[in-house]
Nanobody, 120 residues
Framework: QVQLVESGGGLVHAGGSLRLSCAAS????????MAWYRQSPGKQRELVAR???????NYADSVKGRFTISRDNAKNTVYLQMNSLKPEDTAVYYC??????????????WGQGTQVTVSS
């Protein structure tokens, strides 16, 4: 049993900042990759940021220079610091975790989603 719990969403004016967090718990051996996706009504889910255990990161072009993904491996938690927010960033943000269970089987898990709304 593995669970992801997201928090940190909310309403903010354009130019403001928010910090999302996602904590994984359960029978976890290691987490090779953690990522954030987002989805707006009528649009497909898109990758926002991804980070490997090594520290390697990649970002969507639309958020480069504004968003920063980070990890606290001791707490199995991933964060997304979002600065200079734009109305186009409005979406439901989902945490995604690629992990190995204690039995060395690999699995993919999704958080429940947290709403981010940016007003103009």
């Amino acid at each position: 049993q593995v669970q992801l719990v997201e928090s940190g969403g909310g309403l903010v004016h354009a130019g403001g900042s928010l910090r999302l967090s996602c904590a994984a718990s359960g029978s976890i051996f290691s987490i090779p990759a953690m990522a954030w996706y987002r989805q707006s009504p009528g649009k497909q889910r898109e990758l926002v940021a991804r980070m490997l255990s090594s520290g390697t990161t990649n970002y969507a072009d639309s958020v480069k220079g504004r968003f920063t993904i980070s990890r606290d491996n001791a707490k199995n938690t991933v964060y997304l610091q979002m600065n200079s927010l734009k109305p186009e960033d409005t979406a439901v943000y989902y945490c995604n975790v690629d992990l190995f269970r204690l039995d060395n089987t690999r699995h993919d898990y999704w958080g429940q989603g947290t709403q981010v709304t940016v007003s103009s």
